[in-house]
């Protein structure tokens, strides 16, 4: 009997356990350790943000899907791996530390003949000063990174609302926090939620809406922008994004860095030096994300962790991480099995996994402040992915360690979006757009990097519809239902 | 002459004079029940494709 131990039970971690388990069946023993007792289905956070959905609409318990899965559950964080054993063991283990109500603190060391790392990111609030500590929401704005910062969100957009409805005037302002954000996205489908809120309470003139971001032109969502096919042209997703902002009044800045976060006011370095500050009254930043911290060591307790992870704390996978300056750049670089070089028994997935480098065309201000979004990994990527790494450790253990590993390269790989605001079935509205693929291959298709046929995007009902029925689908597959195996990643 | 209700945001900022709005038509069609359930089938079939492509 072989033992796989999968760190994080998000997207991609939790789509890894229920194939590998599936995959496995009862000979071989699947673990799962988040710290979470809960599973978020994270883009509907956006609305639990604005008051649409509630948290426990968007998340449920752990415990009982895995039960039924038979995947063997841990509540708890993994705090380091030990890929040689320890002095008097060769095996290979990792150490746990509970979140478990009644268990907080126990420690635990597990074995392990294989290892996946989909810890996802560390949320690091603390790079921006005011922002927050460490990976812990500060007090001047709000998050919908999670359920309960949604939640949170909710509360205080309400706020605003009745003091918008009293005739008081309010700014709002939402974008990225730091120069190094990516999930632009989430942020972009936020401030039209609010818009389309504020609208349908009746305050929308009295709401300045506002738009911050790290990305150097609108649209640019950490991948270096696409090209999509409209009324017969072929355009940049500039203009697409420009355009929903100035239909919806919404003002914008980018290429921003944000520096420090007071009560009511940001400050911010723009691409061109300049500085400058902004006023709020309700503000939503992403923060930038970080590895969760994990540390690992050899047989005689010496420090590993540079050896397997990137300075960043992500898990370094069979990437080019030497790729060097942005025109030598290729598809390529891009990782496809996600397997550790110096450890094959160890993989990681979803945002866990160390990027070579950024999409977007890097960019900093004359101060030397980086000013680019890092690459996006979350959503379709991450749970492609995770199945692909679950499929690599399943043929691994079944067929032996000559077993040919399975590939999902993001410069093969496309993504579906869609951006929806309102919760209605006939009052919404959704920007979805599909990309293909995510990183842009130049060689393989020269001007745009992408494949036109298959990168678009449109506005209308279609998209809010299928965002909803996303909700309900994705849910349902996590939840491991009947024909869960039917609903693609 | 009365402005065109869908174009006044150009005026509302340098920004947005520099980009595109849509007009009645774009905007109906977003919201037109029967065009959308088409679109709505059009994009599922899209998706799939995507989807299909990259597993």
Known sequence: MSRLIIMGGGVSGHTAATFAKKWLGDKHEVIVVTPNSQWNWIPSNIWVGVGQMTKEQVTFPLAPVYKKAKIDYKQAKAVSIHPNGKADNDDAYITIEYTEDGKVGQTEELGYDYLINATGPKLNFGATEGLGEGSNLGEHTV?????????????ELEKIFAKAKAGERQKILVGTGHGMCTCQGAAFEYIFNIEHEAKKAGVRDMIDIKWIS????????????????????????KLFAES????????????????????????????DGSTGEESFDFSMLIPPFA?????????????????????????????????????????SDWPRTYQNPTFSNMFACGIAFAPPHIISKPMSSPNGTPINPTPPRTGMPSGIIGKAVAHSVCDLITKGDSAKLHEASMAEMGAACVASSGKGVFNGTA??????????DFEKYPGTGRDTDYTFGEIG????????????????KAKVKPGWTLIPE | MSTRKEEANFAKSDQFNL????????IGLRTCKIFQLFRFVVINIKMLIVVSKSH
């Open chain 1, 214 to 237: 790290n990305e150097a032109f609108l649209g640019d969502f950490g991948m270096g922008g696409l090209h999509m096919k409209v009324g017969g042209y072929a355009v940049s997703s």
């Open chain 1, 461 to 476: 009902l279609a998209g809010h519809w299928i965002k909803h029925i996303l909700h309900h689908l994705f849910i349902y």
């Open chain 1, 244 to 271: 929903l902002f100035a239909e919806r009044n919404v003002d914008w800045i980018i290429g921003a860095h944000v520096s420090k976060v007071e009560a009511g006011n940001i400050h911010y370095e723009l691409l």
């Open chain 1, 431 to 440: 920007a979805a757009m599909t990309v293909y693929p995510v990183v842009p």
């Open chain 1, 143 to 155: 998050s919908v990174c999670t359920a309960d910062h949604a939640e949170h969100a909710s509360h």
């Open chain 2, 19 to 26: 980009t595109m709005l849509p007009g009645k038509f774009a």
């Open chain 1, 291 to 331: 590895g969760v911290g994990l540390k690992a060591y050899d047989k005689a307790g010496e420090d590993i962790t540079a050896t397997i992870f990137a300075p960043n704390g992500f898990m370094k996978v069979d990437a080019n991480y030497s790729a060097g300056a942005y025109e030598n750049w290729k598809a």
